[in-house]
């Protein structure tokens, strides 16, 4: 049967408050005494996992926990070098050779410049899994790289002269070289105080200065904006781009410091130690080093390097033009940071990729009508490459974007959309497909496709689906995007050959020939065909950021005109018919004069700019071409000599420690002790360890614990195996705070899936077999308990298996006040007699929720729940409703549970409601409040955004019958609430204060429950 019994405390004793404050109390006691290590342990582990200060720029991990997939398909080969370790897939047989070559080439380098040698072997991990530009280091004990390769994008997301593979292979081993050099003599104790006192954009320009040459698109150009628009801080919280600008910064900085100081002092700087203990430890200490090597502050030195960029930004722009010289005014575009923009056949339209804003970092697919009014309509969400392409009839978009492909991998795929009814159709798979443009005829789509690195050319025909074969390119060769001829003779594109030359190549569609129009020393790209097809424009990079150019590509000798000369850049997007003023056409390029944002301009493409005078004092743009005292060189031959043995990859044999951390403990109940924290790795995250231990020194048997959890990523589901002795969760129970000991293990296994096309979404199938023993009694003091039986000790089998579903987009307040999003799980819970158990039930549990616009950014929240039980479970273990809110936390693993219950609450009461039947649900209305309470205690504890929320619950519980019956017991409440957004330390949550009622007796101040509560704003 149902029941429902009321907390007569409460209602009717005048001591109710007073009763309130003691169970918070006992609560906080309770939480102090059982979650202290806990709340320690992941601390630390959190401390390891984000640690992207300085020089840890990743924890222990391989490439499936970035991207969260496994690929047990691959087959996993090791070559060994002097000094390296070289794993990779065997299909990429051959790489080990180039990258072999290239680091111990850097290694050399490197050892000279820093000053650091190994004892041991560098790993280096390449995978071509997903189509991903990028890379990390990760510089614990026994360090390694993993790396992305195989890229074809590269062509125009990087630019300079090297290769992807030189590129990143120096760039995440100079980070190695870096920490190397100054690590302490401890281990993990030794990197906290070093990582806070290394200024981060220094580790990046350590790493770029000693690898590789000042460029445009990762050092000028962005510094240019900031100079110019008076914001040169990468924390000024202004712009989305202030990650990059730290980027260009630290090396800048670096290159500075190395020109007017000398490179001989760097390595000094990194060789010193603060010593402490009678010189037993050991610390970098930055801020001190640099003092005494340099004699000043480093903080004067970053006022003494401000003033110089000033100087030189500020001399450089009074003798190159401005936006305002463009001669129109910025187009009127919706969007924050435009990456591209497409006007329709007939120009009534405009397509346009844009940021929607910096706090909602993700990108929109809109139509604007091209009149007064500038409708907008949003086609689509996501992550785009661009450019797009209109189809001929203007009633199609193709455009580019990473996806799930086969075997989960994110790679690089083909859509059309509908621009009338947003329809969209994926027409290529796994195909790491780019750049379409339609044929005139609009029959055929040509895009690149890369073929484990190489770009080609193909068309693909719109009716039948194949695909064939263009361009014949074969090794180090990528392409960037195309453009197609306005009679569909001829693809002009950007080729980025082996020998690190960038040339503008135009390929005749009738014979297969590729002419080479420019010479291949400037970092030429982005071709635009005049709408008559007479003529070419294109955006060169010579200038360290982007300007517009011009050539006949059918003259015998090619002669290049330049179009602008803006001192912060240019990029050239479409070129559009003529018109009563612009006889030549016009052009559509982005540029800007600040980081905040780009701007469109449409401009004649008959303009013409001479060749600027840049005369600027030498002392200034020394620092543009210093170079260490040991380069890399740019092209690295492979060397297949290097390799001295090889040999199957051997997962288990590369586990290593990453950190190990001993700490006493103590708490208010007169119990102290030791515990310790281990955590063991293996690159490519197939394994993984972690071990918590504490032992009691006045309690041994009852309060030691330990936990030991081994993550298996071998095969498509990963698989977690967790042992414990003593692990504590609680809930509330009574009226009080039921906390339980757990011994025992499970397994747990999650498979993503990939079934809804769609960024924002993940699917996840999983299930759980937990076997434990459960002492409830323990810390429960209660001599009678109203609304069920008592605690039960006892072991338990079961086993979950279910299936989430969500959607949430990226929102800076997620946390607080998230603006979309929606969700799904199913589970259900089966205990048995088997082993032992002494509990037999099955437990179905459907939940879901769904977020609505309000008006403004005011926001509707519904979530309903439904759960029945068949047979029997422990008392504490209940279905139904509680008389206070458990402690619930957001977007946990699925199949985790840190607190064993399944019940909800219904605010405004405070009696429990026990059956075999919960139909649950809630209607909040959230409005933000106030941006943060400006609150800080203790300078750990701070008060940060608020939200106020309407709300009612609903709930109904009964028993045995699938339909309510005579012991229903109804509930519905409502209230207003706040919200705010709690950080402890780095641990952010969000705790509720609020005053409801029950519905009934909506009107009467008497019986009005404040509450104060810990809990998600959403579920999962």
Same mark, same amino acid.
């Given at each position: 049967?149902?029941?429902?019994?009321?907390?007569?405390?409460?209602?009717?004793?005048?001591?109710?408050?007073?009763?309130?404050?003691?169970?918070?109390?006992?609560?906080?006691?309770?939480?102090?005494?059982?979650?202290?290590?806990?709340?320690? =342990?992941?601390?630390?582990?959190?401390?390891?996992?984000?640690?992207?200060?300085?020089?840890?720029?990743?924890?222990?991990?391989?490439?499936?926990?970035?991207?969260?997939?496994?690929?047990?398909?691959?087959?996993?080969?090791?070559?060994?070098?002097?000094?390296?370790?070289?794993?990779?897939? $065997?299909?990429?047989?051959?790489?080990?050779?180039?990258?072999?070559?290239?680091?111990?080439?850097?290694?050399?380098?490197?050892?000279?410049?820093?000053?650091?040698?190994?004892?041991?072997?560098?790993?280096?991990?390449?995978?071509?899994?997903?189509?991903?530009?990028?890379?990390?280091?990760?510089?614990?004990?026994?360090?390694?790289?993993?790396?992305?390769?195989?890229?074809?994008? #590269?062509?125009?997301?990087?630019?300079?002269?090297?290769?992807?593979?030189?590129?990143? =292979? $120096?760039?995440?081993?100079?980070?190695?070289?870096?920490?190397?050099?100054?690590?302490?003599?401890?281990?993990?104790?030794?990197?906290?105080?070093?990582?806070?006192?290394?200024?981060?954009?220094?580790?990046?320009?350590?790493?770029?200065?000693?690898?590789?040459?000042?460029?445009?698109?990762?050092?000028? &150009?962005?510094?240019?904006?900031?100079?110019?628009?008076?914001?040169?801080?990468?924390? %000024?919280?202004?712009?989305?781009?202030?990650?990059?600008?730290?980027?260009?910064?630290?090396?800048?900085?670096?290159?500075?410091?190395?020109?007017?100081?000398?490179?001989?002092?760097?390595?000094?700087?990194?060789?010193?130690?603060?010593?402490?203990?009678?010189?037993?430890?050991?610390?970098?200490?930055? %801020?001190?080093?640099?003092?005494?090597?340099?004699?000043?502050?480093?903080?004067?030195?970053?006022?003494?390097?401000? *003033?110089?960029?000033?100087?030189?930004?500020?001399?450089?722009?009074?003798?190159?033009?401005?936006?305002?010289?463009?001669?129109?005014?910025?187009?009127?575009?919706?969007?924050?940071?435009?990456?591209?923009?497409?006007?329709?056949?007939?120009?009534?339209?405009?397509?346009?990729?844009?940021?929607?804003?910096?706090?909602?970092?993700?990108?929109?697919?809109?139509?604007?009508?091209?009149?007064?009014?500038?409708? *907008?309509?949003?086609?689509?969400?996501?992550?785009?490459?661009?450019?797009?392409?209109?189809?001929?009839?203007?009633?199609?978009?193709?455009?580019?974007?990473?996806?799930?492909?086969?075997?989960?991998?994110?790679?690089?795929?083909?859509?059309?959309?509908?621009?009338?009814?947003?329809?969209?159709?994926? =027409?290529?798979?796994?195909?790491?497909?780019?750049?379409?443009?339609?044929?005139?005829?609009?029959?055929?789509?040509?895009?690149?496709?890369?073929?484990?690195?190489?770009?080609?050319?193909?068309?693909?025909?719109?009716?039948?689906?194949?695909?064939?074969?263009?361009?014949?390119?074969?090794?180090?060769?990528?392409?960037?995007? !195309?453009?197609?001829?306005?009679?569909?003779?001829?693809?002009?594109?950007?080729?980025?050959?082996?020998?690190?030359?960038?040339?503008?190549?135009?390929?005749?569609?009738?014979?297969?020939?590729?002419?080479?129009?420019?010479?291949?020393?400037?970092?030429?790209? &982005?071709?635009?065909?005049?709408?008559?097809? +007479?003529?070419?424009?294109?955006?060169?990079?010579?200038?360290?950021?982007?300007?517009?150019?011009?050539?006949?590509?059918?003259? %015998?000798?090619?002669?290049?005109?330049?179009?602008?000369?803006?001192?912060?850049?240019?990029?050239?997007?479409?070129?559009?018919?003529?018109?009563?003023?612009?006889?030549?056409?016009?052009?559509?390029?982005?540029?800007?004069?600040?980081?905040? %944002?780009?701007?469109?301009?449409?401009?004649?493409?008959?303009?013409?700019?001479?060749?600027?005078?840049?005369?600027?004092?030498?002392?200034?743009?020394?620092?543009?071409?210093?170079?260490?005292?040991?380069?890399?060189?740019?092209? #690295?031959?492979?060397?297949?000599? !290097?390799?001295?043995?090889?040999?199957?990859?051997?997962?288990?044999?590369?586990?290593?420690?990453?950190?190990?951390?001993?700490?006493?403990?103590?708490?208010?109940?007169?119990?102290?002790?030791?515990?310790?924290?281990?955590?063991?790795?293996?690159?490519?995250?197939?394994?993984?360890?972690?071990?918590?231990?504490?032992?009691?020194?006045?309690?041994?048997?009852?309060?030691?614990?330990?936990?030991?959890?081994?993550?298996?990523?071998?095969?498509?589901?990963?698989?977690?195996?967790?042992?414990?002795?003593?692990?504590?969760?609680?809930?509330?129970?009574?009226?009080?705070?039921?906390?339980?000991?757990?011994?025992?293990?499970?397994?747990?296994?999650?498979?993503?899936?990939?079934?809804?096309?769609?960024?924002?979404?993940?699917?996840?199938?999983?299930?759980?077999?937990?076997?434990?023993?459960?002492?409830?009694?323990?810390?429960?003091?209660?001599?009678?308990?109203?609304?069920?039986?008592?605690?039960?000790?006892?072991?338990?089998?079961?086993?979950?298996?279910?299936? +989430?579903?969500?959607?949430?987009?990226?929102?800076?307040?997620?946390?607080?006040?998230?603006?979309?999003?929606?969700?799904?799980?199913?589970?259900?819970?089966?205990?048995?007699?088997?082993?032992?158990?002494?509990?037999?039930?099955?437990?179905?549990?459907?939940?879901?929720?769904?977020?609505?616009?309000?008006?403004?950014?005011?926001?509707?929240?519904?979530?309903?729940?439904?759960?029945?039980?068949?047979?029997?479970?422990?008392?504490?273990?209940?279905?139904?409703?509680?008389?206070?809110?458990?402690?619930?936390?957001?977007?946990?693993?699925?199949?985790?549970?840190?607190?064993?219950?399944?019940?909800?609450?219904? +605010?405004?009461?405070?009696?429990?409601?026990?059956?075999? +039947?919960?139909?649950?649900?809630?209607?909040?209305?959230?409005?933000?409040?106030?941006?943060?309470?400006?609150?800080?205690?203790?300078?750990?504890?701070?008060?940060?955004?608020?939200?106020?929320?309407?709300?009612?619950?609903?709930?109904?519980?009964?028993?045995?019958?699938?339909?309510?019956?005579?012991?229903?017991?109804?509930?519905?409440?409502?209230?207003?609430?706040?919200?705010?957004?709690?950080?402890?330390?780095?641990?952010?949550?969000?705790?509720?204060?609020?005053?409801?009622?029950?519905?009934?007796?909506?009107?009467?101040?008497?019986? #009005?429950?404040?509450?104060?509560?810990?809990?998600?704003?959403?579920?999962?």
């Amino acid at each position: 049967m149902s029941r429902s019994f009321p907390n007569l405390a409460e209602r009717h004793s005048p001591g109710a408050w007073l009763n309130k404050l003691l169970i918070n109390c006992y609560l906080f006691e309770i939480m102090k005494r059982t979650l202290f290590l806990k709340s320690f =342990i992941i601390l630390t582990i959190t401390t390891l996992l984000l640690c992207d200060v300085g020089y840890t720029r990743g924890f222990p991990v391989g490439f499936s926990m970035f991207n969260q997939r496994n690929h047990p398909e691959l087959e996993w080969k090791s070559a060994e070098t002097k000094h390296f370790i070289i794993s990779y897939p $065997a299909h990429l047989a051959g790489i080990e050779a180039q990258a072999a070559a290239i680091a111990e080439a850097t290694y050399e380098a490197l050892s000279e410049n820093m000053d650091v040698r190994f004892d041991y072997k560098i790993r280096i991990n390449l995978s071509d899994e997903d189509e991903i530009m990028n890379g990390f280091a990760v510089p614990f004990p026994r360090a390694y790289t993993n790396i992305w390769v195989n890229l074809n994008q #590269v062509a125009e997301g990087w630019s300079g002269r090297e290769k992807w593979l030189r590129t990143v =292979i $120096a760039h995440e081993l100079a980070h190695i070289f870096h920490f190397e050099a100054v690590k302490s003599n401890l281990r993990l104790p030794g990197l906290l105080p070093t990582a806070a006192a290394m200024p981060v954009p220094w580790t990046e320009g350590v790493a770029q200065y000693f690898t590789e040459p000042w460029h445009a698109l990762r050092g000028d &150009h962005l510094l240019r904006q900031a100079f110019y628009d008076g914001r040169p801080s990468y924390e %000024d919280g202004t712009s989305i781009r202030n990650t990059a600008l730290m980027y260009a910064a630290g090396n800048a900085q670096m290159r500075y410091f190395s020109a007017a100081y000398g490179d001989s002092l760097l390595p000094e700087i990194l060789a010193h130690r603060q010593k402490s203990f009678g010189g037993l430890i050991r610390v970098h200490n930055f %801020d001190k080093a640099f003092k005494e090597v340099t004699g000043k502050k480093f903080s004067d030195f970053e006022d003494e390097w401000r *003033r110089h960029k000033n100087i030189y930004y500020h001399s450089l722009a009074a003798k190159m033009e401005r936006s305002d010289s463009l001669g129109s005014d910025p187009e009127k575009i919706p969007g924050l940071f435009i990456q591209d923009v497409q006007y329709s056949p007939d120009t009534s339209m405009i397509a346009v990729i844009s940021l929607v804003s910096m706090q909602r970092p993700y990108q929109q697919l809109a139509v604007i009508e091209n009149d007064s009014l500038r409708r *907008r309509n949003i086609l689509w969400e996501g992550s785009f490459l661009s450019p797009l392409s209109w189809s001929p009839d203007g009633e199609k978009i193709a455009y580019a974007a990473p996806a799930r492909g086969k075997h989960g991998s994110i790679l690089n795929d083909i859509y059309l959309i509908d621009v009338k009814t947003g329809s969209r159709e994926r =027409i290529t798979h796994s195909a790491r497909a780019a750049y379409p443009v339609f044929s005139p005829d609009g029959l055929s789509l040509y895009h690149v496709v890369n073929e484990s690195g190489t770009g080609n050319v193909f068309a693909l025909d719109l009716n039948t689906g194949d695909a064939s074969r263009i361009t014949l390119h074969t090794g180090d060769v990528q392409i960037g995007r !195309l453009a197609m001829h306005p009679e569909g003779t001829h693809l002009a594109f950007l080729r980025f050959d082996a020998d690190g030359s960038r040339h503008i190549v135009v390929l005749n569609l009738e014979n297969g020939e590729e002419r080479i129009l420019t010479d291949g020393d400037h970092d030429d790209r &982005h071709p635009l065909w005049s709408p008559d097809g +007479r003529m070419l424009a294109y955006t060169s990079l010579r200038d360290y950021v982007p300007n517009v150019f011009l050539m006949d590509p059918f003259a %015998d000798h090619p002669s290049e005109e330049r179009i602008t000369s803006l001192f912060a850049g240019a990029t050239a997007l479409q070129w559009l018919p003529p018109d009563s003023l612009n006889e030549r056409g016009r052009l559509v390029i982005a540029t800007s004069d600040t980081k905040r %944002d780009n701007e469109i301009y449409i401009i004649d493409a008959g303009r013409r700019k001479e060749e600027p005078v840049v005369d600027i004092n030498p002392a200034y743009t020394e620092w543009l071409t210093h170079k260490p005292p040991s380069v890399i060189p740019t092209n #690295v031959a492979p060397d297949e000599s !290097l390799i001295i043995d090889r040999y199957e990859y051997n997962s288990w044999k590369n586990i290593s420690h990453a950190a190990t951390l001993p700490f006493p403990y103590f708490t208010s109940s007169d119990d102290f002790g030791l515990g310790v924290i281990s955590l063991f790795s293996e690159p490519l995250s197939k394994h993984m360890f972690t071990m918590a231990a504490a032992v009691s020194f006045r309690e041994f048997r009852d309060n030691s614990l330990f936990f030991f959890s081994y993550i298996n990523n071998q095969f498509k589901p990963s698989l977690s195996i967790n042992l414990y002795h003593n692990s504590f969760t609680g809930r509330f129970f009574e009226r009080d705070y039921l906390v339980t000991t757990n011994s025992g293990a499970y397994l747990l296994a999650t498979l993503p899936r990939d079934w809804i096309d769609n960024t924002f979404v993940n699917s996840t199938l999983y299930g759980r077999f937990r076997y434990e023993y459960t002492d409830a009694n323990r810390f429960w003091e209660e001599e009678a308990v109203f609304f069920s039986d008592a605690p039960q000790d006892g072991w338990q089998q079961d086993f979950q298996m279910g299936l +989430r579903i969500s959607k949430q987009k990226p929102f800076a307040h997620n946390l607080i006040h998230p603006l979309d999003g929606w969700g799904f799980e199913t589970r259900i819970t089966v205990a048995s007699r088997l082993m032992g158990g002494e509990t037999e039930y099955i437990r179905p549990d459907i939940q879901a929720y769904r977020i609505l616009p309000g008006g403004g950014n005011n926001r509707f929240f519904l979530f309903g729940r439904a759960i029945a039980q068949w047979g029997d479970a422990f008392p504490q273990d209940y279905i139904g409703l509680s008389r206070y809110d458990d402690i619930r936390f957001g977007n946990m693993l699925p199949g985790l549970e840190f607190l064993y219950t399944d019940t909800e609450r219904v +605010r405004g009461y405070r009696d429990y409601a026990s059956g075999d +039947r919960l139909l649950f649900g809630t209607l909040e209305y959230r409005m933000p409040f106030m941006e943060s309470l400006q609150t800080r205690i203790l300078g750990l504890v701070s008060l940060g955004r608020t939200s106020l929320t309407a709300f009612i619950d609903g709930g109904l519980v009964w028993s045995d019958e699938i339909l309510p019956g005579d012991d229903l017991v109804k509930r519905a409440g409502t209230g207003l609430e706040l919200k705010n957004v709690i950080s402890i330390g780095g641990l952010q949550l969000v705790h509720s204060l609020g005053a409801a009622q029950s519905v009934r007796e909506m009107g009467r101040d008497e019986d #009005v429950e404040v509450y104060y509560r810990v809990r998600a704003v959403i579920p999962f």
